[in-house]
């Protein structure tokens, strides 16, 4: 078949750009836009495929997906053949790691290996976050098995609560395709990012941060482009760009910009939409208002790869990991004055 010359171009474009759409979340190293009174240094890379990233004692750890471990920054291994991590906690007594389809207790010097739940089913999304409620029960993000389908199971497209010492679970919010991470955050409570089924279009669903109430339902599968919050849901209190895959969570580091009720978080990324979104790490602010907290997101970095993991680190510095080929974890801290 002979194509016409004056449509060439065209073609020849249409394919780079689906070519592009493919790679471009992946494509590895690039380099972050300066970020006014900050700058960002690569501290650590060839760490496989980065999805925690944590603090303990001064010390920081990282989930390697890719390579089934726990892992110091400086790439000393803490526990390995793990089935790809996705979360870690820490309590006054136990080490928790988030698996794919299970949640594993260690003692502290890593001893006592206790699964506390197994079987949770994946597909297009995993188990992922594993945090710890104030009061002492452990919050689990599940994954939905599909992109737009009914669950057999309703352990998926939830968050569950988890108790930390007997194992026992069970479902705390329905309706959630993908939460990848959560924060608590003082006088607010409990934050969870969501991103929505990519069936609809470029334009729906926004990318979610949701309060979390027990036993609600936050939409998905009843949600559509001409009614986004059905009466018997709750609505997101922040979001972001359709289709960008709004992920990690991390309360205000110390020496940031914002309040008590400032959070950071990661945007990977997406092939789902013809030209491609995200790369960027961005600051949300909320505010009580009259009917109730509200949002208000803004970009603080672009082109920073895909961003998965982030963190908080108790110098008041921030940290965040890129899941591509590099893994590489970067510090973004004020710049110095002279």
């Not at 009174?37 to 925690?52: D, M, N, Q, R, Y």
């Not at 991590?85 to 890593?110: A, C, I, N, Q």
Request: with cysteine.
């Amino acid at each position: 078949m002979k194509v016409r010359r004056d449509i060439l171009p065209a073609v020849i474009g249409l394919i780079f750009l689906i070519m592009a759409r493919e790679i471009y979340p992946y494509a590895g190293v690039m380099v972050a836009d300066p970020i006014a009174g900050f700058e960002v240094e690569e501290i650590a890379s060839g760490l496989g495929g980065p999805t925690c990233l944590v603090f303990h004692q001064d010390e920081l750890l990282v989930c390697d997906r890719d390579g089934g471990r726990i892992i110091t920054v400086d790439g000393e291994v803490i526990l390995d053949g793990l089935n790809y991590p996705h979360g870690l906690v820490f309590t006054d007594e136990y080490m928790v790691v988030s698996e794919k389809g299970s949640l594993t207790r260690y003692d502290l010097d890593l001893s006592n290996k206790t699964v506390l739940v197994d079987g949770i089913k994946s597909g297009n999304h995993q188990t992922n976050a594993v945090n710890l409620l104030p009061n002492g029960t452990l919050i689990w993000h599940a994954g939905s098995t599909c992109n737009l389908c009914d669950e057999a199971d309703e352990h998926n497209a939830a968050l569950l609560w988890v108790d930390v010492q007997t194992g026992d679970h069970g479902v705390l919010a329905s309706g959630v395709r993908n939460s990848f991470d959560g924060i608590w955050i003082d006088d607010i409570g409990y934050l969870f990012s969501d991103n929505g089924q990519d069936a609809m279009g470029d334009g729906f669903p926004v990318e979610e941060v949701n309060l979390l109430v027990e036993g609600a339902d936050y939409g998905w599968l009843v949600e559509s482009p001409e009614d986004p919050n059905p009466d018997g849901t709750e609505a997101p209190i922040a979001w972001w760009t359709p289709h960008t895959s709004l992920n990690g969570l991390t309360t205000r580091p110390a020496n940031f910009p914002g309040d008590n009720h400032t959070i950071y978080g990661t945007v990977y990324g997406s092939w789902a939409t013809l030209i491609p979104r995200g790369h960027q790490i961005v600051r949300i602010d909320f505010t009580n208002t009259s009917g109730g907290w509200v949002g208000e997101v803004t970009v603080f970095a672009s082109d920073v790869g895909t961003p998965l993991p982030i963190t908080a680190g108790p110098d008041g510095n921030l940290y965040y990991g890129t899941f591509d080929h590099s893994g590489a974890v970067y510090k973004i801290s004020p710049e110095a004055k002279s």
